[in-house]
């Protein structure tokens, strides 16, 4: 971004607006950065080399934090989980803790840890699973070689295992560009999955969501090295949209990381933007964090257009 660009803090307050925290609902729950794929969007820059994962010590802090505050939803996610060990334990120990799960999966992931799954299904876990696009071309020139029928192999799957059957087992599927622009509206581009997944391969799913990638990490790089970065970024800026700040995920949302930190949001993490108040999943207490939540100009891909949650 130029010099002369405001930031997100200034646009804010140029529209008379502060992010500061509300009510928290949702603990978002990230178990590391160790992925069986390395995305050419990731924000976290997961992969294959990584080794930060969560260990058992700080995921008896998550449960312990899950049992003494009443979240509505719990939402697992990484780097892949289904590759951190006693992930199984985890997801046992959090089900009966809040009364929405959701768990983030890449599907390869999974298909390679097909175990999980019963306990996924048997827990109630609604899954998000990434799925850039019905091209196959375009998802293995983000996600790597063989990734698009892996993960139609994975879909058929969970259709049979009973997710997107209407028997209470949501399948979300979650879309987002492959290159420096924004994403399509996500309800023509939710109808335009549905038809085209069912019609060349049998799978179905409950919604699409459709979200701007973030300028950050791997993405953030790659913008740099094709020389987008301040072209992707003026274009997230032109689109603020002061009406969605006040539905921000980061307002009632705690994101703790694979070591316990505490952040308003995954993308903060990636950003290294700690919250501003309690700083380990070992101190959070209902009521907490308040105050006003950390922001870099990553902000703007949230509220870009119709925004990001």
Not at 70 to 78: I, L, M
Not at 81 to 94: S, T
Not at 120 to 137: D, I
Not at 221 to 250: I, K
Request: a neutral charge; glycine letters at 10%; one cysteine or more.
């Amino acid at each position: 971004m130029s010099q002369a660009s405001p930031s997100f803090l200034q646009t804010l307050r140029a529209h008379g607006l502060e992010l500061c925290k509300a009510a928290v609902n949702t603990l978002q729950v990230n178990t590391g950065y160790l992925c069986n794929l390395a995305c050419r969007h990731c924000h976290l820059e997961a992969g294959p080399s990584r080794s930060e994962v969560m260990s058992r010590s700080t995921m008896a802090d998550v449960v312990a934090c899950a049992r003494r505050i009443p979240f509505e939803t719990v939402d697992v996610t990484g780097g892949a989980p289904e590759m951190v060990p006693d992930i199984g334990a985890l997801l046992g120990e959090l089900a009966p803790l809040a009364p929405r799960r959701m768990f983030r999966t890449n599907l390869v992931a999974l298909r390679e840890n097909m175990g999980l799954l019963d306990t996924l299904a048997s827990g109630g876990w609604n899954l998000a699973a990434s799925l850039p696009a019905v091209s196959g071309s375009q998802v293995e020139a983000m996600r790597g070689h063989g990734v698009f029928e892996a993960s139609l192999d994975m879909l058929r799957a969970l259709n049979e295992a009973g997710y997107a059957s209407g028997d209470g087992l949501e399948l979300h599927l979650v879309a987002n560009p492959a290159g420096a622009f924004l994403p399509p509206a996500q309800e023509a581009a939710q109808k335009h999955f549905q038809r085209e997944l069912l019609r060349r391969h049998g799978v179905r799913f409950n919604s699409l969501f459709v979200f701007a990638n973030m300028p950050l990490g791997r993405f953030k790089s790659w913008l740099e090295r094709s020389g987008n970065l301040e072209g992707y970024t003026r274009s997230l800026r032109e689109r603020f949209n002061p009406a969605v700040v006040p539905g921000l995920m980061c307002r009632t949302l705690v994101s703790v990381a694979w070591d316990g930190t505490l952040y308003d949001c995954d993308f903060n993490q990636a950003a290294q933007l700690p919250s501003s108040s309690v700083r380990h999943i070992s101190e959070l207490a209902a009521g907490q964090p308040g105050g006003d939540i950390p922001t870099g100009d990553h902000c703007f891909a949230c509220t870009a257009g119709s925004g990001f949650t």
